[in-house]
């Protein structure tokens, strides 16, 4: 069965570090690849997303994420963080053609300490 | 302005007793999707109706239905809610369910959280 695998399940860091948290997922097909935060209290929102093209792809509030098809991974960066970051990030993958619909990973939470 | 709205946030219910929730959107999508998350777990597609037409997660258990009067509204009913049904329940929306990265972006609701008594 499909799956999304986060790596990290809690991260702590200072403001003004980099961040880098993995996602790797297992399907072989074309995909969607998502990145969703959920900040304390809100929705999970939509943070970045590719579809194809640059694998490079930049999202919101200066998150980017970068497609590696012979890794299976889309992880997401952040040069600087900053402690309005502090957040549970979700990576999601789906089928282009339909075979499975949007799968989730099981979250990372970030805090960021000021 | 709020595009996805369930209702209750908060729900309470006794073991076997039914509960329905609710989704609301003001987006027009073709697709409502119902995910159960629990602590610490990805949320897990329970089922999805792409306009009219409903499909069930082949793991989803008989327990859980769902019913789309129309575009706007989509509802999760519990039939007998046991102990470990209590988990947040998530709605979403996306204009469509394959395709681009665009089609299938999903826009989430706040969540209801079910815990059962």
């Known amino acids: 069965a499909q799956s999304v695998s986060q790596h990290n399940h809690h991260v702590i860091l200072s403001e003004a570090a980099s961040l880098e948290l993995g996602c790797n997922y297992s399907?072989?097909?074309?995909?969607?690849l998502f990145w969703y935060v959920q900040y304390p209290g809100q929705h999970l929102q939509l943070l970045l997303k590719?579809?194809?093209?640059?694998?490079l792809v930049k999202g919101i509030k200066g998150f980017e994420a970068e497609f590696i098809k012979s890794k299976f991974s889309f992880n997401l960066r952040k040069p600087s963080v900053q402690w309005s970051d502090t957040a549970e990030y979700f990576c999601?993958?789906?089928?282009?053609?339909?075979?499975?619909?949007?799968?989730f990973g099981a979250g990372t939470r970030l805090f960021v300490k000021a | 302005d709020a595009m996805v709205i369930q209702n209750p946030r908060y729900q309470v219910t006794q073991f076997g007793k039914p509960v329905t929730l609710s989704c609301s959107q003001t987006l027009n999508h073709n697709v409502m999707y119902w995910y159960q998350q629990k602590s610490s777990q990805a949320p897990k597609l329970l089922f999805h109706y792409y306009d009219k037409d409903f499909n069930n997660e082949a793991d989803t258990p008989d327990n859980f239905q769902s019913r789309r009067p129309n575009t706007s509204f989509c509802f999760l009913d519990i039939r007998s809610p046991g102990l470990g049904d209590a988990a947040m329940y998530l709605c979403a929306t996306s204009r469509d369910h394959t395709g681009t990265a665009e089609n299938t972006e999903a826009f989430f609701g706040q969540g209801t959280r079910l815990t059962v008594v």
């Open positions: 399907y072989g097909g074309t995909v969607n």
């Open positions: 590719y579809f194809s093209g640059d694998p």
């Open positions: 999601a993958v789906n089928d282009r053609t339909g075979g499975f619909k949007t799968i």
